[in-house]
């Protein structure tokens, strides 16, 4: 039982348009959730989070919103660059069940192309 | 410089032999995390560890066993029992509370041969 998922396993851009990476999840108890970006052999590194109390949060050119009652959240970035070119996943958590522990999307391969 | 470390980045094992990965974080955190990445597919969490000396199973703990004798450090053992263990693992680890982010190490790459 797959509790989150990211349905597009893959995405193609322009070099300054917009990418918009979708997730979904099921667990309406989840009250955290985060985007990690991961390159091949690395581990994933954190790029932005919200918590269930909001609906949008910002940080330079990736902004993350969430729709609870869609049980949804996208991740936006603008303008995409040639750097941004790696796997995106989402992950969820349920702080009050058991801390910290994230479950993860399966990932979306984003290329930005030049 | 803080951080997390797993060593080694590459390790092969013979078939039917235990194999250890060492996961040492210095950022001071409480938790720490053992997932597995298969290819094309997401992070699967094996176990976690939210104090020393107490840890949970996650969703894929047959076959790995763990140990939290220290905060700073959390080893993974993949044993032989577990039916195919060659895949990419990442160690994280985290503060306790809400609203913060896991940060992971570099991964060790397991192959079986």
Aim: hydrophobic residues 30%; contains cysteine.
């Amino acid at each position: 039982d797959q509790q989150v998922k990211q349905n597009s396993p893959s995405l193609s851009v322009q070099e300054g348009r917009i990418s918009i990476l979708n997730c979904d999840y099921t667990n309406s108890m989840f009250d955290y959730f985060l985007w990690y970006k991961k390159y091949p052999a690395e581990g994933p590194t954190f790029l932005i989070s919200i918590s269930s109390i909001k609906d949008k949060n910002e940080d330079g050119r990736f902004t993350v919103f969430l729709n609870k009652s869609a049980k949804h959240l996208s991740l936006h970035i603008v303008p995409s660059q040639p750097g941004d070119s790696a796997v995106y996943f989402c992950a969820a958590s349920i702080f009050k069940a058991a801390g910290n522990k994230l479950t993860f999307g399966g990932g979306t391969r984003v290329l930005v192309k030049p | 410089d803080g951080g997390i470390t797993q060593s080694p980045k590459y390790l092969f094992r013979k078939e039917g032999q235990n194999v250890t990965l060492s996961c040492e974080q210095n950022l001071n955190h409480d938790a720490m995390y053992w997932y597995r990445q298969d290819p094309g597919q997401g992070l699967r969490l094996i176990y976690y560890s939210q104090i020393v000396n107490d840890f949970q199973k996650g969703d894929i703990a047959e076959g790995y066993s763990v140990s939290r004798e220290k905060k700073e450090s959390f080893p993974l053992t993949v044993t032989s029992a577990q039916k195919n263990p060659t895949a990419f693992y990442l160690c994280a680890s985290s503060l306790r509370g809400s609203d913060t982010e896991a940060f992971f190490g570099q991964g060790t790459r397991l192959t079986v041969v």
